[in-house]
């Protein structure tokens, strides 16, 4: 394999790494791109489809994360369940909105839900305020998820 295809193989996975907090950025998927442009140039070795299946598996958490994050940090400073499925539901109409509707609209879902639901101003910014910190943590799990699949990924292509 051509140091020049490697060194695009790691930079695909850098923009994936950097795509874990930057919303415009596909992130664990173009790790997983990367992989598999890898795997396709060394005939699946030493990256063979098990592995890809591994990655793929840690790209799909990463996102399970990421869209539950916001409802649970919600839960967890007592929204209610409406307002965790607030969070949920902001979370996906704010894809269609870019890169800032997929952060706000978990918190926005949350709280409008929390305020039609309890009507208390106080309790639905406290829900907000759960969203806000789970989708923070969201944003740090991605970003861990990401780096343990570059290494991985880093330690079957070098380790020998």
Not at 3 to 22: E, T
Not at 56 to 63: E, H, P, T
């Amino acid at each position: 394999m051509s140091a020049g295809l490697l060194a695009l193989v790691f930079v695909v996975m850098i923009a994936g790494v950097a795509g874990s907090f930057l919303p415009v950025i596909p992130g664990a998927p173009l790790i997983v791109l990367g992989a598999l442009i890898y795997s396709i140039a060394t005939d699946f070795q030493p990256v063979g489809a098990w592995r890809l299946v591994v990655l793929a598996g840690l790209a799909a958490l990463a996102y399970v994360l990421d869209y539950l994050s916001g409802a649970l940090g919600t839960r967890k400073l007592g929204g209610s369940r409406w307002a965790m499925f607030g969070a949920i539901a902001g979370g996906l109409v704010g894809l269609f909105f870019g890169p800032f509707g997929i952060l706000i609209g978990p918190i926005l879902g949350a709280v409008g839900v929390e305020l039609i639901y309890r009507k208390d101003v106080r309790i639905a910014l406290k829900s907000g305020t759960g969203a806000v910190l789970g989708v923070f943590l969201g944003v740090i799990a991605k970003l861990s998820i990401s780096v343990m699949m570059v290494g991985l990924f880093a330690f079957w292509v070098f380790r020998g």
